[in-house]
């Protein structure tokens, strides 16, 4: 029986395994459950944009959707972060495209506040 | 054993022309290609909803910007990406918990989720877009 030593480690930038399949599935039920209550609730409000906007200027709303849209960045860091270990192998490019990656989606969130408090 | 002769000859590249994925792999895929394009269009995505946040004057003029193909193309990018991916991902979380996991549903499950996803893109597209 061998196990793999701190020597032969190999550096991929990530964890190894169960916590990231457990989040990809918990951030997707999430997503899941933010859809339905957004369609139930643009149901039930007039269809108009002034309606639209009061119910984006709810906190609770700002709030559900600020959590969700967490919920969506972790998911794709770990969906983005696999698809690099898979096609990308030198060491260095790979590092470097999840830095941006992190990057892209931290910018991300920034904007989305400034979206969502915008109202 | 270790006869060198006997040893197959064996492809050393996959060719891309000659595989064909079975259609639960194809969902796979594009679960994957879908992911990927809403990764890049993320900031597309909150402009529209800022757009449709903004103050009445603004929404009044936001229409023409939906006039440009570019723009029409990738709202309808977005559209596909989403409801693909949802729905795929809807069915890896329910053969994650073994629920369709033959191998006709599971093959009907896949066929399911490319035409819903597409039906539903083109029902929301000429809703939204034309």
Known sequence: ?119 | MGNKMHKKVRPKHLDLTKIRIPVPGQVSFFHRVSGVLMFILLPFALYLLKLSLSSPTVFASAHTFFTHPLIKLMSLALMWAFLHHACAGIRFLLLDVHKGIDLKTARASAYAVFGVSIVLTLILGSLVLL
Do not use: N
């Open chain 1, 1 to 119: 029986m061998s196990r793999l030593g701190v020597k032969e480690r190999i550096v991929v930038g990530a964890h190894y395994g169960f916590r990231d399949w457990l989040v990809q599935r918990v951030t997707a039920i999430l997503m899941l459950v933010y859809t339905v209550a957004l369609l139930v609730l643009l149901i039930s409000i007039p269809s108009t944009h002034e309606a639209w906007r009061t119910l984006f200027g709810h906190l609770s709303v700002k709030v559900f959707s600020l959590i969700t849209f967490f919920a969506l960045l972790w998911h794709a860091w770990v969906g983005i972060r696999d698809v690099w270990m898979d096609y990308i192998k030198p060491v260095g490019l790979r590092l470097t495209l999840h830095v941006l990656t992190l990057v892209w989606l931290l910018a991300a969130l920034i904007y989305a506040v400034d979206v969502l408090w915008s109202v």
